[in-house]
């Protein structure tokens, strides 16, 4: 049972791993390919949030924000594939922030083709986050049973 939780965490955080190894391979000095990607989804959410909430948002270097990603991914992958709660944290992290912002479906109008697809990656991506809070969950309540039951006090014998 443990090789295969072991296989299957290597195997759910493969995503996150080869993502990370991409990113930091082409990063460059200006950030690379993702850094240039993401500037106009980035722009796009900073807009939509600052319309809704009246809000504005600090200025960010992408190169920063790409670079904080990498390592997100990176470092949270490599503690996930050990079963770390840590590693599984820093993963939701990257996908609570990265989701709304990389698929920004809300931008377009559902009879567009980029509606459809981006709204496919979000829920996919949704998945992924809802993963990550099943594996905390589950994390917690062994760690808590095994609390409870270590902790039952021994009846008396008179």
Known sequence: MELASFVGRALF??????????????????????????RPKFNAFVSHVTTHTGQQLPPVDMKILVAAAIALKGIGGLLFV?????????????????????????????????????????????????????????KNSRRHGRQLRKKAPKAKAN
Not at 20 to 38: I, M, N, P, T, V
């Open 82 to 138: 050990f079963g770390s709660s840590l590693g599984a944290y820093l993963l939701l992290l990257h996908q609570a922030v990265a989701t709304p912002i990389l698929y920004d479906f809300y931008n377009y109008d559902v009879d567009k083709k980029e509606f459809s697809q981006l709204f496919s990656k979000f829920t996919q991506s949704l998945a992924l986050l809802g993963a990550l809070l099943f594996f905390i969950g589950m």
């Open 13 to 38: 955080v493969s995503v996150f791993i080869l993502s990370a190894w991409q990113e930091f391979d082409g990063f460059g000095d200006d950030g690379g390919r993702a850094a240039k990607s993401l």
